[in-house]
């Protein structure tokens, strides 16, 4: 279970997140502990006040826990990662909140400590966090037999390709997975020994080497997009500039972005915008069909709750009927029937419970295996769009070497120099 933390203020902004229905399909407020009120926004202010007596601004603490991809996880094993965060952390005691999402077919926890201690009116002090969430995390994994991530087997060996939030969003813009800009790039990185070679390398997939303001040096695709070359290829600026030089010669962004627009010839851009189209529209489809299941899964959880509240409440008043009153309970009080009635229905409670809770996590693994089927078709419809996609960056280097008069790779007489699109 990969645990991801950060210290951070914005209580109200986080509560929005957190039971946001848009983004995740089904959200449950698990357990709020130690807080006056039982409302997360409510709790999150709470805290946030408390931390005004103090010099403390990121006055929680909050954890994301995710199972591995195709692991069903009940809810004791967050609890136990939870608890084991907790302790190791040092925030035994402290108010928290917990909350479950479900989306895309995967089930994954939140957790949010409050770091003000209210008898000290000081924050919990967490040192070195992210390193004991790493051991706990691989703990976790062994635990449970999962395969261990190789970035847990050795830090050193972390996914290069994987992204950060703010990436994947202005990946997301362009209908673009950051993780196949990050590989383009750091192919052509490995099969470059120099700058020139580098450019012309990055050039036959779309993208262009230029100077940045502040970032050194940057890729710049064909729709005029910026992205620092250091970070996609996961290195150090001065070990970039070791390979490339100071960048001196090199074009400003400013520069670049004027060329493309000179040549990038409409008839690309019109096939490009073709098929962003196609995959959009197959996209809206199973978004549709995803709120529909969306909405029956809600509507069978809503309904297996409130019967099992009236099974509880039925069954409830069963047991009461066990325990006479007045001076037949005092009776059976003396002669020890009461107690043994007593211990009966507290062992009918508990089997009730388990009985109960058992039901949902079945309902719950049911419709995680039908979202599943759903979102394998999301997964192929993304992978396809990728791979387009990066086809047409190479059609745009190709065409762009056209312009100036290189034809490099030309394609025959008898094979159409087309996009490749399904018609």
């Given at each position: 279970?990969?645990?991801?933390?950060?210290?951070?203020?914005?209580?109200?902004?986080?509560?929005?997140?957190?039971?946001?229905?848009?983004?995740?399909?089904?959200?449950?407020?698990?357990?709020?502990?130690?807080?006056?009120?039982?409302?997360?926004?409510?709790?999150?202010?709470?805290?946030?006040?408390?931390?005004?007596?103090?010099?403390?601004?990121?006055?929680?603490?909050?954890?994301?826990?995710?199972?591995?991809?195709?692991?069903?996880?009940?809810?004791?094993?967050?609890?136990?990662?939870?608890?084991?965060?907790?302790?190791?952390?040092?925030?035994?005691?402290?108010?928290?909140?917990?909350?479950?999402?479900?989306?895309?077919?995967?089930?994954?926890?939140?957790?949010?400590?409050?770091?003000?201690?209210?008898?000290?009116?000081?924050?919990?002090?967490?040192?070195?966090?992210?390193?004991?969430?790493?051991?706990?995390?691989?703990?976790?994994?062994?635990?449970?037999?999962?395969?261990?991530?190789?970035?847990?087997?050795?830090?050193?060996?972390?996914?290069?390709?994987?992204?950060?939030?703010?990436?994947?969003?202005?990946?997301?813009?362009?209908?673009?997975?950051?993780?196949?800009?990050?590989?383009?790039?750091?192919?052509?990185?490995?099969?470059?020994?120099?700058?020139?070679?580098?450019?012309?390398?990055?050039?036959?997939?779309?993208?262009?080497?230029?100077?940045?303001?502040?970032?050194?040096?940057?890729?710049?695709?064909?729709?005029?997009?910026?992205?620092?070359?250091?970070?996609?290829?996961?290195?150090?600026?001065?070990?970039?500039?070791?390979?490339?030089?100071?960048?001196?010669?090199?074009?400003?962004?400013?520069?670049?972005?004027?060329?493309?627009?000179?040549?990038?010839?409409?008839?690309?851009?019109?096939?490009?915008?073709?098929?962003?189209?196609?995959?959009?529209?197959?996209?809206?489809?199973?978004?549709?069909?995803?709120?529909?299941?969306?909405?029956?899964?809600?509507t069978a959880r809503t309904a297996l709750d409130e019967r099992q509240k009236r099974e509880w409440e039925d069954s409830t008043r069963e047991r009461a009927t066990r325990l006479p009153?007045?001076?037949?309970?005092?009776?059976?009080?003396?002669?020890?029937?009461?107690?043994?009635?007593?211990?009966?229905?507290?062992?009918?409670?508990?089997?009730?419970?388990?009985?109960?809770?058992?039901?949902?996590?079945?309902?719950?693994?049911?419709?995680?295996?039908?979202?599943?089927?759903?979102?394998?078709?999301?997964?192929?419809?993304?992978?396809?769009?990728?791979?387009?996609?990066?086809?047409?960056?190479?059609?745009?280097?190709?065409?762009?070497?056209?312009?100036?008069?290189?034809?490099?790779?030309a394609p025959g007489r008898e094979q159409s120099p087309g996009l490749g699109l399904e018609r």
């Amino acid at each position: 279970m990969i645990l991801q933390g950060s210290q951070r203020g914005g209580g109200r902004n986080l509560a929005a997140h957190l039971l946001r229905t848009d983004e995740n399909e089904h959200v449950t407020l698990h357990e709020i502990r130690g807080f006056a009120s039982n409302d997360l926004r409510e709790a999150f202010k709470e805290t946030e006040a408390i931390s005004k007596g103090t010099k403390c601004r990121q006055y929680l603490f909050s954890l994301s826990l995710n199972p591995p991809e195709g692991e069903r996880v009940p809810v004791d094993v967050f609890m136990n990662a939870i608890e084991r965060t907790e302790k190791r952390l040092g925030l035994e005691g402290q108010p928290r909140a917990i909350v479950l999402h479900e989306k895309e077919a995967r089930r994954h926890a939140h957790c949010v400590w409050g770091r003000i201690d209210a008898e000290t009116m000081t924050a919990k002090q967490l040192s070195f966090f992210k390193g004991k969430l790493r051991e706990v995390s691989r703990e976790l994994f062994l635990e449970n037999g999962w395969q261990l991530p190789r970035g847990l087997q050795n830090p050193a060996e972390r996914n290069p390709v994987n992204f950060t939030l703010a990436e994947w969003q202005q990946a997301k813009r362009q209908g673009m997975d950051p993780r196949w800009i990050k590989s383009t790039l750091q192919h052509c990185w490995t099969h470059a020994d120099d700058r020139k070679a580098l450019a012309r390398g990055m050039e036959e997939h779309g993208f262009f080497l230029a100077r940045g303001d502040r970032r050194g040096f940057v890729a710049v695709d064909h729709t005029g997009e910026v992205w620092s070359l250091p970070r996609m290829l996961g290195l150090k600026t001065k070990d970039v500039r070791a390979r490339l030089g100071e960048g001196t010669g090199l074009p400003g962004v400013d520069a670049v972005r004027a060329d493309i627009g000179k040549r990038m010839t409409p008839a690309i851009r019109r096939h490009m915008a073709e098929s962003r189209a196609q995959f959009r529209a197959r996209s809206n489809q199973l978004g549709a069909y995803k709120e529909e299941m969306t909405r029956h899964h809600r509507t069978a959880r809503t309904a297996l709750d409130e019967r099992q509240k009236r099974e509880w409440e039925d069954s409830t008043r069963e047991r009461a009927t066990r325990l006479p009153k007045g001076l037949r309970g005092l009776w059976h009080r003396l002669t020890g029937k009461y107690q043994e009635a007593r211990r009966l229905n507290e062992a009918e409670a508990l089997a009730q419970r388990e009985r109960q809770k058992d039901e949902r996590q079945a309902l719950i693994e049911k419709h995680l295996e039908q979202r599943a089927v759903l979102q394998a078709q999301f997964r192929e419809l993304r992978t396809r769009q990728a791979e387009r996609l990066l086809e047409l960056r190479r059609d745009v280097g190709r065409y762009l070497n056209f312009a100036r008069g290189d034809p490099g790779h030309a394609p025959g007489r008898e094979q159409s120099p087309g996009l490749g699109l399904e018609r």
